[in-house]
């Protein structure tokens, strides 16, 4: 994991000495991870929660002008999010920028993780432009889950190049890939792709931890999992497949996705609120 060291990743502005960090304008760029999918809450923006919303509350305690925008969108490919946030994100002058992408690109078959580490590396030299602190993920680690389990190697090498490009750019590593604690079908939704409260709630704890911020967040222990027969998990397979894996093999087929005529849930940095008032 890496740590702020390097001066010019410090924000314009002295930070307030009330503060416990030195930041006041948080943008999180990406896709439904970010979005906070899997994490409903309908009284804010967008109807749901998130990691990145519950950074941005812990950021903005104790401070009198700090700002938050979050223009991740469900469903999107990294180019998407290349073409669709960058600038929009660089136009809202944060000091401090969150990126997830390349994910959905991951999962999908035949995609090559080292196509996407070229996206990303040329994403990451235009957030670092103007000396914002840039936070980039590792993917999770999958060999615990049936679904996804097939898919460990490809996602380790797309986050090894995550972790060469952070490198490269001087950017903070935010390692869910050691995150023993969201390796566990009980911090995922029902459609065991997007994290649930439990998972968004652990992420957020990672993040501040790599920006070395002081929180009161605590663990969050997932109540045990009930015990199965081979009958009953097959049953939950099928009922799976029908209500998850079925639509979204058919939005491959008809290039759809879930993001489309969805917008960003918080276009603007403003204040962040923890309700849609």
């Known amino acids: 994991m890496f740590s702020v060291t390097d001066s010019t990743q410090q924000p314009r502005d002295a930070a307030d000495s009330s503060q416990q960090h030195p930041w006041s304008r948080y943008v999180a760029i990406g896709d439904s991870f970010t979005e906070g999918i899997g994490d409903p809450e309908p009284s804010l923006p967008g109807g749901h929660r998130g990691w990145a919303d519950r950074v941005a509350e812990v950021l903005s305690q104790g401070s009198r002008d700090f700002a938050y925008a979050n223009l ?22 944060p000091d401090l920028i969150t990126i997830s992408a390349g994910g959905n690109d991951v999962i999908r078959p035949g995609s090559d993780p080292d196509a996407i580490a070229e996206l990303f590396d040329s994403a990451i030299s235009r957030l670092r432009s103007d000396n914002a602190t840039v936070v980039v993920f590792t993917g999770v680690d999958v060999g615990f889950s049936p679904v996804f389990r097939g898919i460990r190697g490809k996602v380790a090498i797309y986050n090894e190049n995550i972790r060469a490009i952070a490198d490269a750019h001087d950017c903070i590593v935010a390692d869910q890939w050691a995150l023993k604690s969201v390796q566990d079908t009980r911090m995922f939704a029902p459609d065991r792709l997007h994290m649930n409260p439990l998972g968004h709630h652990e992420v957020a704890r990672m993040v501040l931890r790599a920006l070395n911020v002081p929180n009161e967040l605590k663990p969050m222990e997932p109540e045990p999992l009930p015990s199965r027969s081979w009958r ?27 993001g489309d005529n969805v917008s960003p849930k918080r276009p603007t940095a403003a204040p962040y609120l923890p309700t849609g008032d």
Do not use: F
């Not at 799976?240 to 996705?257: F, G, N």
């Open 72 to 93: 991740a969108v469900r469903g999107k490919l990294i180019r998407q999010i290349v073409d669709d946030q960058i600038e929009p994100a660089l136009d809202l002058h």
């Open 232 to 258: 009953q998990a097959r049953g939950e397979d099928l009922v799976w497949a029908r209500e998850y894996l079925v639509p979204w093999v058919l939005r491959r087929i008809r290039h759809q996705s879930s």
